[in-house]
């Protein structure tokens, strides 16, 4: 069956960067995008960004734009976020999760329905002097 | 860029109550919204895509609608273990997404 298992917490000082794995298995990395999803304490949902299963390009979101980079491995199905320039609002849990898509028909148009399937079991990075 | 909107924040039931969220979008998404649930210290996870469509292995009690810009979740008969946080999530501008801020079910 479908898993991500992601990597174990983390902690660090701010102006520090962290480097997190995202070890997908039950199918091939190259058939589906990767996106991540931080999670601050008591707080809401927040999209990071995407990494393309075709070409392993990644579109990031406008906030992180210049400090995220995600990256993938498909010899070990691994993929892996980096974000540099910690601060403590970077405190947050950070998830994975696998895209996936469904061609539906609304009205004439035949549309490509987006979605996210499946989530890792999140990893806390804690940033603190 | 697309902001999403929902209400109630939060919201107390009993069992055995209909129960109905509400996510806006800023501009019209067609049917590109997702809902997920969220419990205390897990991942979230889907519910409904496309609007409408129960991913597998869902309860049938949850059941969504709208289009364009306004969308509903609804449970019909609400049960102690859908106590959580419900999110809508638009993918229209895919490849980028936007979460809903969240609503509360206490039971």
């Known amino acids: 069956q479908v898993r991500l298992v992601q990597s174990e917490a983390e902690v660090r000082k701010p102006g520090a960067a962290v480097k997190l794995s995202c070890k997908a298995s039950g199918y091939s990395l190259t058939s589906k995008d990767i996106h991540w999803v931080r999670q601050a304490p008591g707080q809401g949902l927040e999209w990071m960004g995407i990494i393309n299963r075709g070409d392993g390009g990644a579109t990031y979101s406008r906030k992180f734009e210049g400090r995220v980079t995600m990256t993938s491995d498909a010899s070990t199905n691994t993929i892996y976020m980096e974000l540099s320039s910690l601060n403590s609002e970077d405190t947050a849990v950070y998830y994975c999760a696998r895209g996936a898509a469904v061609l539906t028909s609304i009205g004439n148009l035949v549309t490509s329905i987006k979605f996210l399937d499946f989530w890792g079991q999140g990893t806390l990075v804690t940033v603190s002097s | 860029d697309i902001q999403m909107t929902q209400s109630p924040s939060s919201l107390s039931a009993s069992v055995g109550d209909r129960v109905t969220i509400t996510c806006r979008a800023s501009q019209s998404i067609s049917m590109s919204l997702n809902w997920y649930q969220q419990k205390p210290g897990k991942a979230p996870e889907l519910l409904i895509h496309?609007?409408?469509t129960l991913q597998n292995g869902v309860s049938s009690r949850f059941g969504g609608s709208g289009s364009g810009t306004d969308f509903t979740l609804t449970i019909s008969s609400l049960q102690p273990e859908d106590s959580a946080i419900y999110y809508c999530?638009?993918?229209?501008?895919?490849?980028?997404?936007?979460f809903g801020p969240g609503t509360k079910v206490d039971i």
């Open positions: 999530q638009q993918s229209y501008s895919s490849p980028m997404f936007t």
């Open positions: 496309g609007a409408i």
